[in-house]
T-cell receptor, first 114, second 116 residues
Framework: AQSVTQLGSHVSVSEGALVLLRCNYS??????LFWYVQYPNQGLQLLLK??????LVKGINGFEAEFKKSETSFHLTKPSAHMSDAAEYFC????????????FGPGTRLSVLP | GAVVSQHPSRVICKSGTSVKIECRSL??????MFWYRQFPKQSLMLMAT?????????EQGVEKDKFLINHASLTLSTLTVTSAHPEDSSFYIC????????????FGPGTRLTVL
């Protein structure tokens, strides 16, 4: 069975500061890992994903994440926060292959302070 | 590419009525679609997995007779909430997976259901 934990249900950063959203997973098979962003009353937008290959993955809007197998982590970072980054962020894991049955983390709400 | 739409975006209905929500993949064929439910300030809860041309697979605790899912074509899946009650009020989100078993789910914008 797979599971995802996201440390910190709410993270606040100042505009221009580093964004770090934590995600740890457990999986019995090599995982596929995803970060999604959700703006209020909207669906989820894929930020980035790791399947195989390079462990540092770059996504949209300046976000990137690094898959660290030894730490079972897939933390999301952005060097400089922008006000428009304020949203809910979800980490998800699947068993890869045909990608069935995503398991989502509880989410982290990012606030960006002026 | 990989756009998923949902209709309606918002619906208000009276208790006891049925509501149908449509999920469409606009620019790709989706052999598999997923239906999620999201409560306020919570994560997504998978309700069911829908494969084109076959019966949906429901997660444990989800009433299949209450939440009817039809996946009649490679671009359309529908969720019908039958005899809706106020506790069914929620944000319903669908996602679609491209044909060929690729790894990514693309999400619709969600439908907010309010049952009075």
């Amino acid at each position: 069975a797979q599971s995802v934990t996201q440390l910190g249900s709410h993270v606040s950063v100042s505009e221009g500061a580093l964004v770090l959203l934590r995600c740890n997973y457990s999986s019995s098979v090599p995982p596929y890992l995803f970060w999604y962003v959700q703006y209020p009353n909207q669906g989820l937008q894929l930020l980035l994903k790791y399947t195989t290959g390079a462990t540092l993955v770059k996504g949209i809007n300046g976000f990137e994440a690094e898959f660290k197998k030894s730490e079972t982590s897939f933390h999301l970072t952005k060097p400089s926060a922008h006000m428009s980054d304020a949203a809910e962020y979800f980490c998800a894991v699947s068993e890869g292959g045909y990608g069935q049955n995503f398991v989502f983390g509880p989410g982290t709400r990012l606030s960006v302070l002026p | 590419g990989a756009v998923v739409s949902q209709h309606p975006s918002r619906v208000i209905c009276k208790s006891g009525t049925s509501v149908k929500i449509e999920c469409r993949s606009l620019d790709f064929q989706a052999t598999t679609m997923f239906w999620y439910r999201q409560f306020p300030k919570q994560s997504l809860m998978l309700m069911a997995t829908s494969n084109e041309g076959s019966k949906a697979t429901y997660e444990q605790g989800v009433e299949k007779d209450k939440f009817l899912i039809n996946h009649a074509s490679l671009t359309l899946s529908t969720l019908t909430v039958t005899s809706a009650h106020p506790e069914d009020s929620s944000f319903y989100i669908c996602s679609a997976q491209t044909s060929g078993g690729t790894d990514t789910q693309y999400f619709g914008p969600g439908t907010r259901l309010t049952v009075l």
